[in-house]
């Protein structure tokens, strides 16, 4: 069956705090809060057993991410960044079946201050499952107003700095995850829905007071997997027990967030 999605309703919540902060050594600590429902039509939903199971099912992701970033005598730095969650719809009381974690290294090295390149290597669930694959970083601002940031395979960002209180960035990335799930005729044990999109965008940032930030993305979403697995072991490469295929579809997102306050941020550069 094909079934349409009427709306895909998310929500983000983020919130990060700097350890330590010292000229060679820098700590911060992440937290995050993720929500999704997913709204199928009412006629696929009453003919499909897997959209009737998904179909406003409330999928949460709680994370807990540190980010170290070490610079070394010259030009070198070592970046890593590792996160602990749990994702699914919690219908089960064994937390250890929703433990997820993701983890990167990148060695790199800053030419100047506008120019900085590195390699490494990244566990994550970007592609849906849990895949290792290498990773490049790249930055350069090119004048005051230009900026690139990469992280490819998944990230890559074209800033463009309107003026001190505003910007506009133009962003592509991969990003996805794996849900431990109930589905309803497919037997007693949970499924693995493993999800991943590619996203183009267009972000505009701008500042309300100080420390006050408001931000608006609008775009196209590519569906890359929306799967249902049995196994979620990193070694399983057994083909889904269920594919779907999902087409294009464009998205809009709101944010409002908190940064330092302007005299903090001068101080900690």
């Known amino acids: 069956?094909?079934?349409?999605?009427?709306?895909?309703?998310?929500?983000?919540?983020?919130?990060?705090?700097?350890?330590?902060?010292?000229?060679?050594?820098?700590?911060?600590?992440?937290?995050?809060?993720?929500?999704?429902?997913?709204?199928?039509?009412?006629?696929?939903?009453?003919?499909?057993?897997?959209y009737r199971s998904i179909d406003d099912k409330r999928l949460r992701s709680y994370q807990t991410s540190v980010n170290v970033s070490r610079s070394f005598v010259g030009k070198g730095y070592l970046i890593t960044r590792g996160s602990f969650r749990l994702s699914g719809d919690f219908k089960r009381k064994a937390l250890n079946d929703y433990f997820r974690s993701s983890l990167a290294i990148v060695y790199g090295v800053r030419l100047n201050e506008d120019l900085s390149w590195g390699g490494g290597i990244s566990h994550s669930y970007s592609f849906g499952r849990q895949l290792v694959f290498p990773v490049v970083a790249f930055?350069?601002?090119?004048?005051?107003?230009?900026?690139?940031?990469?992280?490819?395979?998944?990230?890559?960002?074209?800033?463009?700095?309107?003026?001190?209180?505003?910007?506009?960035?133009?962003?592509?990335?991969?990003?996805?995850?794996?849900?431990?799930?109930?589905?309803?005729?497919?037997?007693?044990?949970?499924?693995?829905?493993?999800?991943?999109?590619?996203?183009?965008?267009?972000?505009?940032?701008?500042?309300?007071?100080?420390?006050?930030?408001?931000?608006?993305s609008a775009g196209s979403r590519f569906n890359i997997a929306f799967d249902l697995s049995e196994k979620n072991t990193f070694l399983n490469r057994d083909a889904p027990q269920v594919t779907n295929e999902v087409g294009e579809a464009f998205f809009f997102k709101a944010s409002l967030f908190l940064v330092p306050p302007r005299k903090w941020r001068e101080k900690i550069k």
Request: proline share 4%; aromatic share 18%.
């Open 139 to 216: 930055s350069k601002r090119f004048n005051d107003k230009w900026s690139l940031n990469t992280f490819l395979p998944v990230n890559l960002t074209v800033g463009y700095k309107i003026n001190d209180k505003s910007t506009l960035e133009f962003i592509n990335k991969i990003s996805g995850d794996s849900y431990n799930i109930d589905v309803e005729d497919f037997g007693p044990n949970p499924l693995f829905l493993e999800r991943s999109n590619f996203q183009s965008m267009l972000t505009y940032e701008r500042e309300i007071y100080d420390f006050i930030w408001f931000g608006v």
């Open 1 to 50: 069956y094909i079934g349409d999605v009427d709306y895909d309703y998310k929500i983000d919540l983020k919130f990060k705090v700097p350890v330590v902060l010292k000229d060679h050594i820098k700590v911060i600590m992440g937290f995050k809060y993720n929500y999704e429902k997913i709204i199928f039509q009412q006629q696929p939903f009453e003919l499909n057993s897997l």
